[in-house]
């Protein structure tokens, strides 16, 4: 059987399998076998996402240009084309293909282990004996950037003139006084109200406890 067929297999999105059947029947005119099985993800979160991507394994008599009409179809779809090698290297190659996993399985894992252990060590906590007071050092920087991060997106919606800082924002009328003495807790910070403009106003709908869901 290996010296009357060639095989052409590779991956594409569950979806198209059908679609990838119908092509090569009518391209080869029904001189062929298209063999699929769905390849499950196991680091996939939920059923629907494993079972995406179907592998497929085309066999067929090959002569004329029946494999370019067959390569031309399966390279048109999403996914990856494959060369088999022979029967008799099959094992060989799967044995290499294996090892190659398995070393890059194990580069994962020593990476994983070292990243962990350099992060106990930065955080200058022992994982073994924490206490209850003891603060994460990479918690309290990840609070500091967060702070960072959200000054900065404000000021850039800012304008500067000279040292100083400015620009505008809606608000309702009826929380005027409360903005206003809110505002004054900071000494350097001042706000009045803007009336000398052409922008068109924003539309606000005030709520209560039943009608805020509905927004």
Known sequence: MDSNFSKIAGVIDSVDVE?????????????????????????????????TKTVYLIMFWDGGAIREKIQRICDSFTGNRYELPEMSQMNVEIAKISQSIEDATNVFQQTQSSL????????????????????????????FLAKEKALYSTLNMMKMQNTTFFGYFWAPADLETSLMQKMGQFPTVRMVRYENHNIARPTYVKTNEFTFAFQ
């Open 116 to 143: 962990r252990d350099q992060l106990i060590i930065f955080n200058k906590l022992d994982v073994n004996d924490q206490q209850e007071d003891e603060i994460s050092t990479i918690y309290i920087y990840k609070m």
């Open 19 to 51: 679609r990838l059947k119908r092509l090569i029947f009518r391209a080869t005119k029904g001189k062929s076998f298209v063999f699929t099985q769905d390849f499950f993800d196991q680091g996939a979160r939920d059923q629907v996402a494993r079972a």
